[in-house]
């Protein structure tokens, strides 16, 4: 079995969707461990290269071919911002391009559309993995033909996180570290892989038993929110409000542990996190 949407607008965005990420992930892959031209964004360790490019022209191209209506929030700058359009599209070209730069295997595409506002459609491509997260609102969360759950865990300390780092860090005294330092201590392990769209993903796959993260972008999160929540997963800002859409904080987790994560993070959880 696999996710065939009820609604066939939906069924036609997640069709279009994921026949984009696998050309851009094909072209992942075929780049991968290859020379690369190399350049810097907002700050040294913000990176860009061709492949990021070249992936968001063939996405963007491809939206706007197949839905010359829709908008078109990419990272690159491609697309054009219209938050209030009745579909947009919100595009990760290449996720993690600083490990794909550095040959480190942990990168992907991510497109999110929302629909009226609302996050609907989901896909995330691990092209060296070959795995493709996806998911509808109110069909589920899948890998392949296998549906998603969170984990079940309930105890903190056996609890396996992930974070991650703004490219502000060498800079800013709002880095993370002491949140860091505090659940490093608690749980039972602390993962940073560098692409915020495959942590959100392990969280709804079960692989991960939380995420947290400050200072995102939407195209960092538009799809992998989605994945979480459809997962049976719970997200939500650093006070346990909405997950806001312009990923500035984000919180993902099963559910049983979002008060413990909240809580060593330093936010607003309150739940008995169990022997560390």
């Known amino acids: 079995m696999t996710l065939r949407p009820r609604d066939p607008t939906h ?5 279009l969707a994921r026949e984009l990420a ?3 992930g ?6 991968y461990e290859t020379g690369l031209s190399i350049e810097t964004k907002s700050a040294s360790i913000d990176l860009v ?3 990021d490019r070249a992936c968001e022209r ?3 191209d491809g939206i706007r071919r197949a839905r010359p209506d829709d908008v078109i929030l990419a990272e690159e700058g491609l697309g054009g911002d219209g938050a ?5 599209w919100i595009v990760d070209p290449l996720d993690g391009t600083t490990n794909f730069a550095h040959g480190f295997p942990r990168f992907c595409v991510s497109i999110g559309v929302e629909v009226e506002g609302r996050r609907t459609v989901g896909v995330v491509h691990d092209p060296l993995l070959g795995e493709r997260f996806e998911a509808v609102r109110d069909e589920g969360a899948w890998l392949g033909a296998r549906r998603l759950r969170v984990s079940r865990e309930t105890e903190f300390g056996r609890a396996l996180v992930a974070t991650g780092f703004a490219y502000d860090v060498h800079v800013s005294e709002d880095d ?5 330092r505090r659940v490093v201590k608690r749980a039972r392990g602390i993962r940073r892989d560098g692409s915020a769209a495959l942590d959100l993903c392990y969280v709804a796959a079960g692989r991960l038993d939380g995420y947290w993260e400050p200072k995102l972008k939407p195209w960092d999160v538009a799809a992998g929110l989605l994945l979480v929540e459809e997962a049976g997963g719970r997200t939500s800002d650093f006070a346990g409000g909405a997950a806001p859409a312009s990923g500035v904080e984000v919180v993902a987790t099963n559910g049983a542990l979002h008060g413990a994560l909240l809580e060593a993070i330093g936010g607003s959880g309150r739940a008995d996190m169990g022997p560390a």
């Open 11 to 15: 069924a036609a965005l997640l069709e």
């Open 22 to 24: 696998a050309r851009a």
């Open 26 to 31: 094909a072209l992942q892959r075929e780049r």
């Open 49 to 51: 290269t061709e492949v």
């Open 58 to 60: 063939l996405i963007v």
């Open 84 to 88: 209030n359009a009745g579909v947009r």
């Open 176 to 180: 993370n570290l002491e949140a860091f």
